[in-house]
């Protein structure tokens, strides 16, 4: 599991107060994880945090679950 | 004014007696030249009657023009139609054309001013801001009065201003407008109407003035009351110690007290008490009640309530709503609060916040404690619909525009207020640990992640902001003038500087020319109403020159440069980028109405999403989606043009 991955599941569980083990890599944030449309604000604010970069909010907030969410961060840190 | 009139003949006085007319004194019964007695039937007069050239009603019957009525001390125009007066008209003026049939009595019982004076306890139920209310009271006056007890001897001097108003519209007796209907009412006592007013089975009127072209319905009740032009009043309301302004709709069993409601207001079914309702102020549904608070441009959800106090001192406590809020269905706010404008709130919040500094915010609950989302109801929906439908829904009839309103969502008012909160979030965010989950910052909590999130809301705000002063600039740039002069230099009769701005009830104004304003009345340089009122227009047509100037200075502070004219291409470019992120973010809030637990319902039988295509239409042919597509596809040509036509320059 690449290293994106694993730091995306992790900021998820945080916000989302949720068990890890429940996240799985094609788990969506609303419809699975439960999260609201504030917490997927939060959640794209989490991700920029934890990998210090800034992302478009129209784009992210198309992102719909985990493995999207890693090519997106992974295509933004490419970007540099 | 005798000599329009004459006396009776004594054969019309035989004939008025023949018909069942009857007078203490016909020597007080004076006619127009022209008078036919035929026109009055079983009519009693009292005291000295004025009777203006009448003629019987065409059609069936030819219905004389004054019959089954006691006249008292009255002058009736030309032109009247006076039928079914079970009670009496007295210490009344009639003006041409006025038509009343089947009311109990309409009297001036002595000198009164019809309303105008009476003194309405707004904002704060337990007095001390004491709003006397009169045909003259402007919201922006209004404002001044109830809201800068601060300043003394302009509260005096308005006081004074106000008095000589009272003072000039008081009067011994009644004038009812030409063109004026009054049917099927009880009861009519102290009050004064314009012209071509409908007054239509109302239950009790009592001590007001109606202006001209207002509407009063079945079952109202009004005591000590203004109503404006082109106001209605309707469907049993019951308004005491109220303005009513200009288009201003009120009904469907409304209550209001102790309230204001200017320009095209709307109070149906609700309750207001103690309301300084601004311009645009809706309260549409039952259990909402609206208390102790300065709202304008607001929407109540339904089951809206406050609290103005805490069983201590009695209702003490204000609450401001700036301009554009909403509350959600069962929204609760304790008093005193104060939340930012253009903000969304909903749930019940117990705790004294004040998001004045956060504009187009979600106040919302979370856990049971009141969380603010800044920026986030800027990238809305309801914020674009609402900015589009104002201007639509002035129900203001030409002439009768008294209020001053700016309509615009984004001005050097929210820019101000973004401006500050961007600061405010830096530092709130710098001095934070990440372990902090969220920050109380005047009474509400904000959620650490969200800082730089919502810092960046409020920045593409602005730069659409920024680049849409520059686009209105570029429509009115005569390209033979210097392009650097147009586009650099500030408006010489403009206010300079960066200074604050206000909103003193749906009007915009940079605080420095408000105050100059301000010293002028306390020096009596104006000192009778309409000089003020008057004075207040000046400030309002300032706007744009203001805002052209505050705008500069505001890019100096920020850049620490001077506008350039590359900065104007670069800022240009900054508009079209955040209008194209921001008219998708819209788009796809819009898109949320079409997806997911929306369809709920939908199909009752089987077959939902068909049937949600029949109710709901699809997303892509929504009418305000179309728009919002359409406005981002322009953002390309309308940006190339602006740069076009400068680089030509």
Redesign the interface.
């Known amino acids: 599991m690449s290293d994106t991955i694993t730091r995306v599941k992790k900021v998820t569980a945080d916000?989302l107060k949720i068990n890890l083990e429940q996240i799985d890599d094609n788990a969506r944030f609303?419809e699975d994880l439960g999260a609201e449309?504030?917490q997927s604000?939060?959640l794209?604010?989490?991700f920029?945090?934890e990998f210090d970069i800034e992302m478009?909010?129209?784009a992210a907030?198309?992102v719909r679950n985990i493995n999207d969410a890693v090519t997106f961060i992974d295509k933004v840190i490419a970007r540099g | 004014m005798r000599e329009e009139f004459r006396l009776l003949t004594r054969d019309e006085i035989d004939q008025l007696i023949s018909q069942g007319c009857r007078s203490t004194n016909w020597n007080e019964v004076w006619v127009a030249h022209d008078f036919d007695p035929q026109t009055i039937v079983a009519a009693s007069f009292e005291g000295e009657v004025y009777i203006g050239s009448l003629s019987s009603a065409e059609g069936e019957g030819k219905k004389p023009a004054i019959s089954h009525a006691t006249i008292v001390n009255t002058q009736i125009g030309p032109d009247c139609q006076i039928r079914n007066v079970h009670g009496r008209i007295e210490n009344i003026a009639l003006g041409q054309g006025v038509r009343i049939e089947n009311i109990g009595s309409l009297i001036c019982s002595g000198r009164t001013s019809f309303g105008n004076g009476v003194k309405v306890a707004v904002i704060n139920e337990g007095g001390g801001r004491e709003l006397p209310i009169t045909t003259g009271t402007t919201s922006q006056l209004a404002y001044l009065f109830t809201l800068y007890r601060h300043r003394p001897l302009l509260i005096k001097q308005l006081s004074r201003i106000f008095d000589e108003q009272v003072d000039d519209l008081a009067a011994d007796r009644g004038s009812i407008g030409d063109s004026t209907t009054i049917l099927n009412c009880p009861w009519l006592e102290n009050i004064s109407t314009g012209n071509n007013v409908e007054i239509s089975g109302a239950d009790r009127l009592v001590n007001g003035t109606i202006e001209a072209h207002s509407h009063i319905g079945d079952g109202v009740i009004a005591n000590d009351f203004i109503v404006l032009a082109g106001a209605e009043l309707d469907s049993g309301a019951i308004i005491e110690k109220s303005l009513v302004g200009e288009g201003c709709r009120i009904g469907k069993q409304f209550s209001a007290e102790n309230s204001t409601f200017f320009a095209n207001c709307e109070g149906f079914h609700s309750e207001a008490c103690s309301v300084f309702a601004g311009p645009y102020t809706v309260t549409h549904h039952r259990s909402t009640l609206l208390i102790a608070g300065l709202f304008s441009f607001f929407n109540a959800g339904s089951a809206t309530n406050q609290s103005n106090h805490m069983y201590k001192l009695g209702p003490v406590h204000q609450g401001i709503l700036e301009r554009g809020c909403k509350t959600g269905s069962g929204s609760y706010l304790l008093w005193p609060a104060r939340a930012g404008a253009f903000s969304a709130i909903r749930g019940k919040h117990y705790s004294n916040f004040d998001t004045s500094d956060f504009p187009f915010s979600y106040i919302d609950i979370d856990k049971g404690k009141s969380t603010l989302i800044p920026g986030m109801n800027f990238l809305t929906v309801g914020i674009l619909r609402d900015s589009q439908k104002w201007h639509k829904r002035d129900r203001r009839l030409e002439g009768h525009k008294q209020d001053l309103i700016n309509f615009e969502v984004l001005s050097p008012y929210t820019a101000q207020k973004m401006l500050r909160g961007q600061q405010i979030m830096t530092e709130l965010y710098d001095s934070s640990p990440k372990t902090q989950e969220s920050i109380i910052y005047q009474g509400i909590h904000i959620r650490r992640l969200l800082l730089k999130t919502c810092r960046r809301y409020y920045q593409m705000a602005l730069d659409i902001y920024w680049g849409e002063i520059l686009l209105r600039r570029l429509e009115r740039w005569n390209q033979n003038e210097n392009p650097s002069e147009i586009f650099l230099e500030p408006e010489p009769q403009g206010e300079a500087g960066t200074g604050e701005w206000v909103d003193i009830a749906g009007m915009l104004v940079r605080q420095s020319r408000l105050e100059r304003l301000i010293k002028a009345i306390e020096a009596q340089e104006l000192d009778y109403i309409f000089a003020v009122n008057h004075g207040l227009l000046q400030c309002y047509n300032a706007y744009s020159i203001d805002e052209w100037n505050w705008f500069l200075a505001t890019q100096e502070e920020l850049t620490g440069n001077q506008l350039t004219l590359e900065n104007v291409l670069m800022m240009l470019g900054k508009w079209k980028t955040a209008s194209k992120k921001y008219y998708n973010l819209v788009r796809n809030d819009a898109r949320k109405e079409f997806e997911g637990p929306v369809r709920t319902g939908f199909g009752i039988d089987g077959n939902s999403d068909k049937d949600f295509a029949a109710v709901r239409g699809d997303f892509e042919h929504n009418d305000f989606v179309q728009w919002v597509t359409r406005q981002a596809d322009l953002l390309d040509e309308r940006c190339q043009k602006a740069i076009n036509q400068l680089q030509i320059g």
Request: net charge negative; hydrophobic share 55%.
């Open positions: 916000l609303v449309s504030i604000i939060e794209v604010a989490a920029e945090e478009d909010e129209d907030l198309a």
